[in-house]
C-alpha cells in the first residue's frame, strides 16, 4: 500500500479543466493532470439522464493532499456537483510514486 491517490474529475470546457490543472500543480497539491477531451458522460440529475461531453481530469498525489485538490476543484468548477473521486494507488513504480510524492506538498 501507498499514500500515492488518483482524483478523477470531470469539466464541462478544455478551458475549466485547464484551469483547474494549473492550479493544482502550481499550487503543489499535484504532481500531475492528465486532461483526456471529449468523454461522453451519461448521467441521472435531478430524476432525468443527461449527456454531456466532457473533459475527464485524473489527478496524480498523496492521500494528504486530497481534501485540499477536492475544496479546490469545488471552488473552481462552474458544475453544482463537481465529480470529485479519490482511489488509492497499491501499486506502482518506486520511482514515479516518489516523484509523486515529492511534487505533491501542499507547499
Given amino acids: 500500500m501507498t499514500s500515492t491517490r488518483v482524483v478523477l474529475s470531470t469539466a464541462g470546457s478544455a478551458e475549466e479543466a ?3 490543472a494549473l ?3 502550481e499550487r503543489s497539491f499535484a504532481a500531475c493532470v492528465n486532461i483526456v477531451p471529449q468523454i461522453e458522460s451519461v448521467y441521472r440529475w435531478q430524476s432525468k439522464v443527461e449527456t454531456s461531453h ?3 481530469l485524473i489527478v496524480k498525489t498523496t492521500a494528504e493532499q486530497v481534501a485540499k ?3 479546490t476543484i469545488q471552488d473552481l468548477h462552474s458544475y453544482e456537483l463537481a465529480e470529485c473521486i479519490a482511489l488509492e494507488i497499491t501499486a506502482g513504480s ?3 510514486l516518489q516523484w509523486i510524492a515529492e511534487n ?3 507547499a
Fill in 54 to 56: 466532457e473533459f475527464l
Fill in 94 to 96: 518506486d520511482a514515479y
Fill in 23 to 25: 492550479a493544482l500543480v
Fill in 69 to 71: 485538490i477536492f475544496e
Fill in 104 to 106: 505533491s506538498t501542499g
Fill in 18 to 20: 485547464r484551469k483547474i
